[in-house]
Nanobody, 115 residues
Framework: VQLQASGGGTVQPGGSLRLSCAAS????????VGWFRQAPGKEREWLSC????????TYADSVKGRFSISRDKADNLVLLQMNNLSPEDTAVYYC?????????WGQGTLVTVSS
């Protein structure tokens, strides 16, 4: 089982990015999958989750209304659309099952928001 995040990069404040979480070794649509991030000097933070049964979505207050989680079931992906980004969103972003398993943390993808 692997979950690998990709799609990070550098974007200006107010910009958008879409992250992808590629699942392998299991069918992601059957499981709850979450997005997390870790900013420099801070603890890892849960951002959002999509449930396995009904695709119910939940968000942390810090990203509610700006981030949107969804699935691409054909490609076994979980996506995170991030809009109206601010420098406070700068972090390494990870995906994992929700709740997370320590052995499934990948390398993450770096998002830098800077002018």
């Amino acid at each position: 089982v692997q979950l690998q995040a990709s799609g990070g990069g550098t974007v200006q404040p107010g910009g958008s990015l879409r992250l992808s979480c590629a699942a392998s070794g299991f069918t992601a649509a059957y499981y709850a999958v979450g997005w997390f991030r870790q900013a420099p000097g801070k603890e890892r933070e849960w951002l959002s989750c999509i449930s396995g049964a009904e695709d119910k979505t939940t968000y942390a207050d810090s990203v509610k209304g700006r981030f949107s989680i969804s699935r691409d079931k054909a490609d076994n992906l979980v996506l995170l659309q991030m809009n109206n980004l601010s420098p406070e969103d700068t972090a390494v972003y990870y995906c994992n099952k929700n709740p997370p398993y320590s052995r499934y943390w990948g390398q993450g993808t770096l998002v830098t928001v800077s002018s």
